[in-house]
C-alpha cells in the first residue's frame, strides 16, 4: 500500500519540507543534517481582532445599483457597487500583517544544531513521512530523528538518536516575540499582536537531555539550550494564542509540556501512533501497477512530468490528501486556505478562509472517506459566521437571517471584500450550508440536523428578502452580484464587467439551499409555512440555459468571456459539488455543461492547483475516468511541490487543490448523488486492478470493492442506518432492504 512520502536530501525549500499537525499545532521538518529546523505553526496565530466592517451605505444606494443593472447600465451599475458594495475598512491586507483583518501567521523556528565536532557521516540519507503513523523520520549514518505532532498531549514531540555521544544546541527565532532560555532547558516566547481585543501568544520549547543548560544572552545569536554530550534527546514544543479562551497561553503551554514530559516519548509516540492509524486505515485505496514505493517521492513526480506512467502515484496522493485533512481540521478553526501551515507573517491571502469555492473545497472528501469527526471544526465555524452574518445582512441589505461574503477570518468577518467584483458573493454563506445537509445524508444524524438547521433556515430567509424580480423575465435574481471572479464584456459599453444581477452560480445554490431547507423542515416536521414560501421563491428562480456555443450560460445573459480560459467555473455548481445537472434527469444541460468544459480547458483553463481539482471532479461526474486521470496526471506535473503540496501558479500554495483531487479520485470510484450508489462510474483505463476499502455513501453505506480489467471482483456493502440499498455496477441495479450493522456480499 502506498504510504508514504520519502526523499534522499533534505529539503531544499519550505514547500519541500515534510507537514506533521494535530489539527491545532503544525510543523514542516527539513531535515538538515548538522542543522534541522523545524517551522511550526498554530491554527490562532491571527494577528487583526475583532472589528466594524458591515457599511450602511450600501443599503443606502442598494435600489440605484439594481436599478441601473436591470436598465442595462451595467458600466454605471459597477461604479456605484465599487463604492459602496464593499467593506467599511479594507480587507485586502495580507501585506500587512497589523491591520485589524489580520493574517495568519508561523509560531516560529526551532533551529538544532550539532555543536562541538559532531560525528557527522550522511551516508544512507532518508527522509520520510509515513502517512499512516503520521511520523516524519529523518534518518543519515548513525543518526536517526524521529518527529510527530500529538493530539491528545498537544505538543510537537522530536527524538533525536545516535550512536555516538553529541552535544547540541537548540534555538527558537520568531519575530516580535520575547525569548527567553530558561537554565532547566526551557525556551519560552512571549508576543502579542497589535491592537485593542488582539491576541497574545507564548511558544515554550523544551529540551531533555542531561544537564541541559542555558548559555548567552536571549536577544545574541550565541542564546540558545546547550546540552552535554549523550546519544539520545527528546525536544517538546507547543504555541498557544489567548483567542477565545480565558486561560493564560503560557500557563496552557508549561502545562501542555509538563504532562508531555511525564509521559515520555515513548508513549507519545505509540498513542499518537495508534490513534492516527486507525482514522487512516477507515478508507484506503490500492491501484495496483508496478510497485515504485523504493523510487524516491520527488524522482516519481519528476518521471510522471516527463511523461511516464506512475498508476500508483495517484493512491499516494489519494492518502496524503486525506492526512492533511487529519492534520488540519480537529482544533478551534476548520482548516484554512493553507491546511494548518503557514512559512512567515505575510501568507497570499491572508491564508484566509475563502468561501466561494476554497473552504468548501477543503471538506469535499471529508464524508467519503469517514472523517466525520474532522467536519466538526468546519460546522462550528459556520455557526460562528451566522452569529456575526446577521448583523451584515440587516446593515448591508436590510434582510433578516444572514449572509456572509467571499472572504473570512476568525474575527466574524461577513462582510463584502473591499472591491465587488472578487468580494461581493452573497451567496458563500450558503454554500457552506450544503456541507451540513450532506452530512445528515451520509450519517443520517437527527440530532445533528436538529442542532445545525437554524443555519440552513436562516440562510434561506435571507434569501427570502434579498432576491428581487428581474423586470425583464419575471424570475427572481440576486442584484447586484457576480460569478466568482469573472468577468464578461459589456455589449452596452464594450467593457469587461463583473457585476450582474441572477448569474447561474447565484441561482444553483439557491435553488439547492431552497431544496435541502424544504426537505430538513419535512425531516424534523418545523416550518411549514416556511417551507411553503421557499417552494413558491424555488419555482421562481431562472432556469439554466444553453449558449450559441452549446454551452451552459453563466450568466442570464449569452455574454462574451474576457477570459474564456478563467479558473472559476461557478455556473457548473450545478454539476458537482450539487446534482442538479445530471445524465438521466437534465441530459441537455449535462451535454451543454461538457462544452462549458472543454471551452475553458481549450483557453488554458484548469492553471492553478484547485481549479484543476475541481475539473477533475467533473469529468467523474461526467463518468469520463479517462479525461478525468488526465487532468489529474495535469496537476501532478503543473500544480504539485516536491513535498505533495498543491501549487499555486505563482510562487506560493493553496491546500484546496490537494483536497479538491483526493475527492476527485473518490467521485471516479463512487458515487451516490443520484438514486443509486454507482460503483467504479469512471474507473479509468489506466487502473486496470485496484481495491478500495471504507468508502462511504449518502444513505448511511460503507463500500469494499475490487476490480481487475473494468470487471468488478468483489463487492461488499455494510449497511449502517439500515435504509433501502439502491446500487448500479456493472449495468446491474441492485434493490434491497437492509438491516443496520450487517454486512452484503454482492460479488
Given at each position: ?531 411553503e414560501k421557499w417552494r413558491a421563491a424555488r419555482a421562481k428562480l431562472p432556469p439554466f440555459q444553453i449558449g450559441k456555443h452549446g454551452q451552459l450560460l453563466e450568466w442570464q445573459e449569452d455574454y462574451d468571456e474576457i477570459e474564456p480560459g478563467h479558473r472559476h467555473m461557478s455556473h457548473l ?18 451535454e451543454a455543461a461538457q462544452v462549458s468544459i472543454n471551452r475553458r480547458l481549450e483557453n488554458g483553463g484548469g492553471h492553478t492547483g484547485w481549479s484543476n481539482a475541481w475539473i477533475i471532479c467533473f469529468f467523474a461526474r461526467f463518468l469520463k475516468g479517462d479525461r478525468a486521470y488526465e487532468m ?116
Amino acid at each position: 500500500m502506498e504510504r508514504k512520502v520519502w526523499y534522499r536530501r533534505p529539503a531544499a525549500a519550505w514547500e519541500e519540507a515534510l507537514p506533521l499537525g494535530n489539527g491545532a499545532l503544525g510543523m514542516m521538518v527539513f531535515g538538515g543534517v548538522e542543522t534541522e529546523r523545524l517551522q511550526l505553526s498554530e491554527e490562532t496565530m491571527w494577528s487583526g481582532r475583532p472589528h466594524d466592517n458591515d457599511n450602511p451605505e450600501c443599503l443606502e444606494y442598494l435600489e440605484e445599483m439594481r436599478r441601473l443593472l436591470f436598465a442595462g447600465k451595467a458600466k454605471e451599475a459597477e461604479a456605484l457597487c465599487i463604492k459602496y458594495l464593499v467593506c467599511k475598512k479594507g480587507s485586502d491586507n495580507w501585506k500587512t500583517p497589523d491591520a485589524p483583518y489580520g493574517t495568519y501567521q508561523t509560531a516560529g523556528d526551532v533551529t538544532i544544531q550539532m555543536i562541538g565536532k559532531p560525528v557527522v557521516d550522511s551516508s544512507h540519507y532518508r527522509r520520510e513521512l509515513d502517512i499512516f503513523d503520521g511520523v516524519a523520520t529523518v534518518h543519515f549514518g548513525t543518526h536517526t530523528r524521529r518527529h510527530l505532532v500529538s493530539e491528545k498531549y498537544g505538543v510537537t514531540a522530536t527524538e533525536i538518536v545516535c550512536k555516538a555521544p553529541e552535544r547540541l544546541k537548540v534555538r527558537f527565532d520568531r519575530p516580535n516575540a520575547d525569548v527567553m532560555y530558561e537554565s532547566q532547558g526551557n525556551i519560552v516566547a512571549r508576543g502579542a499582536f497589535v491592537g485593542e481585543g488582539a491576541s497574545s501568544y507564548c511558544t515554550v520549547v523544551s529540551v531533555v537531555a542531561p544537564e541541559s543548560v542555558a548559555e548567552g544572552g536571549a536577544d545574541s545569536e550565541a542564546a540558545g539550550i546547550f546540552t552535554h554530550a549523550t546519544t539520545r534527546f527528546y525536544i517538546y514544543t507547543t504555541t498557544a494564542t489567548s483567542y477565545k479562551t480565558t486561560k493564560s497561553p503560557e500557563e496552557e503551554c508549561r502545562e501542555r509540556i509538563r504532562l508531555a514530559r511525564e509521559a515520555g516519548f515513548d508513549k507519545i509516540y505509540e498513542e499518537h501512533v495508534a490513534a492516527h492509524r486507525e482514522v487512516m486505515e477507515r478508507a484506503v485505496l490500492d491501484l495496483g501497477g508496478a510497485d515504485r514505493s523504493a523510487v524516491p517521492t520527488d524522482e516519481r513526480l519528476e518521471a510522471i512530468c516527463r511523461g511516464e506512467e506512475d498508476v500508483s502515484f495517484a493512491a499516494l496522493y489519494f492518502h496524503f490528501g486525506k492526512y492533511l485533512l487529519m492534520s488540519s481540521s480537529r482544533g478551534k478553526l476548520p482548516a484554512n486556505i493553507q491546511g494548518i501551515w503557514v512559512k512567515d507573517c505575510t501568507p497570499p491571502w491572508s491564508a484566509d478562509f475563502h468561501i466561494n469555492i476554497n473552504l468548501q473545497m477543503m471538506y469535499w472528501h471529508a464524508e467519503i472517506l469517514g472523517l466525520t469527526e474532522y467536519m466538526e471544526p468546519y460546522f462550528h465555524y459556520i455557526e460562528d459566521l451566522a452569529e456575526h452574518g446577521e448583523k451584515t445582512a440587516k446593515v448591508q441589505y436590510g434582510c433578516r437571517g444572514w449572509v456572509a461574503h467571499t472572504i473570512a477570518n476568525p474575527w466574524g468577518f461577513t462582510a463584502p471584500g473591499n472591491h465587488p467584483s472578487w468580494g461581493a458573493f452573497a451567496c458563500a454563506g450558503a454554500w457552506c450550508c450544503r456541507d451540513i445537509y450532506e452530512h445528515y445524508l451520509y450519517t443520517g444524524d437527527a440530532a445533528f440536523l436538529q442542532k445545525y438547521y437554524p443555519l440552513i433556515r436562516d440562510s434561506a430567509i435571507f434569501f427570502l428578502d434579498f432576491l428581487v424580480t428581474d423586470p425583464h423575465n419575471g424570475c427572481l435574481v440576486t442584484a447586484p452580484s457576480n460569478s466568482p471572479e469573472n468577468r464578461y464584456i459589456d455589449p452596452v459599453s464594450g467593457e469587461a464587467i463583473a457585476m450582474c444581477a441572477g448569474p447561474t452560480m447565484d441561482n444553483s445554490i439557491i435553488a439547492e439551499l431552497f431544496d435541502n431547507a424544504i426537505s430538513c423542515a419535512e425531516i424534523l416536521g418545523q416550518d411549514a409555512d416556511l417551507a411553503e414560501k421557499w417552494r413558491a421563491a424555488r419555482a421562481k428562480l431562472p432556469p439554466f440555459q444553453i449558449g450559441k456555443h452549446g454551452q451552459l450560460l453563466e450568466w442570464q445573459e449569452d455574454y462574451d468571456e474576457i477570459e474564456p480560459g478563467h479558473r472559476h467555473m461557478s455556473h457548473l455548481y450545478g454539476v458537482y459539488p450539487a446534482a442538479l445537472i445530471t445524465k438521466e434527469k437534465t441530459p441537455n444541460l449535462f451535454e451543454a455543461a461538457q462544452v462549458s468544459i472543454n471551452r475553458r480547458l481549450e483557453n488554458g483553463g484548469g492553471h492553478t492547483g484547485w481549479s484543476n481539482a475541481w475539473i477533475i471532479c467533473f469529468f467523474a461526474r461526467f463518468l469520463k475516468g479517462d479525461r478525468a486521470y488526465e487532468m489529474l496526471k495535469n496537476l501532478f506535473q503543473h500544480g504539485t511541490y516536491r513535498n505533495l503540496f498543491d501549487h499555486h501558479p505563482t510562487v506560493f500554495f493553496q491546500m484546496d487543490g490537494n483536497h479538491g483531487a483526493t475527492a476527485g479520485i473518490a467521485e471516479m470510484l463512487l458515487q451516490s448523488h443520484e438514486d443509486a450508489i454507482c460503483v467504479l462510474p469512471a474507473c479509468p483505463a489506466a487502473w486496470k486492478e485496484g481495491s478500495f476499502r471504507g468508502f462511504r455513501a449518502r444513505g448511511g453505506f460503507v463500500i469494499d470493492a475490487a476490480w481487475k480489467n473494468g470487471t468488478l471482483t468483489k463487492l461488499t456493502v455494510r449497511s449502517l442506518l439500515g435504509n433501502r440499498l439502491a446500487l448500479r455496477f456493472a449495468d446491474k441495479l441492485v434493490e434491497q432492504e437492509t438491516i443496520a450493522g450487517k454486512e452484503y456480499h454482492l460479488i
